[in-house]
């Protein structure tokens, strides 16, 4: 598990500035959730880390390691995304088992690492089935699963939970939050949504057009927002 350093990171979209020198210090065990309103650069911050988008300016570290212009693969991260991104030809078995494949792990590791991974999960009875024939939930619990068995430094959560019904997003958040207490792991996690960021994060990212309003616990958040945007966004009492 590795801490994350953002060091004044920047993106534009043609003219369009999306991301204007962030800032952050992760340390690693923490996890910290951004927090913003659709369109404010959440999900462009997370393919930065994971590599999938290139960043214009500044630097990122995972651990000691600077990994802006290393490959996605060679950062030791693993993404879970909105729409889960599972492989529909795929048994859940071998989508569990792709990532790790070109990482040349050997076959009784990936078996194993499955197996724990899908019975932490409750997948198990669903190993050998494909994604078309799973529900929502299933098909976001095999992508977490898949984040897993990778044993990355670092979990990189794109609103994994925006898709799932109010009961089965309640539940999954707790099962999110016992995984991380379990696995110390590092986590980055983004979303829309107050409750989700109070409930998860040990430090909240505040963001809005392109930069970061606040940072804190989300007591501090809540109780002291720093600015208006905060104060309304998070509905703090006045
Ligand atoms: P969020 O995840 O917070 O909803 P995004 O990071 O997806 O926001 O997007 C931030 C802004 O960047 C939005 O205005 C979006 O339209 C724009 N954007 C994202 N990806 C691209 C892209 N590949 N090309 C052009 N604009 C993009
Ligand atoms: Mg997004």
Redesign the pocket.
Known sequence: MSGVRLSRIS?R??D?T??DQVSLDIEAGEFVV?L????????????MIAGL?TVDDGEIHIGERRVDHLKPGERGVAMVFQNYALYPHMTVRDNLAFGLKNVGTDKQVISKRIDEAAQSLEITALLDRRPGQLSGGQRQRVAIARAIVKEPALFLF??PLSNLDAALRGRTRLELAQLHQRLGATMVF?T?DQVEAMTLADRIVV?NECKIEQIGSPMEIYRRPATQFVATFVGSPR
């Open positions: 993106k979209f043609g369009v999306v991301i951004f913003g309103p659709s369109g404010c650069g959440k999900s462009t911050i997370l393919r988008e794109d609103e983004v829309h963001l």
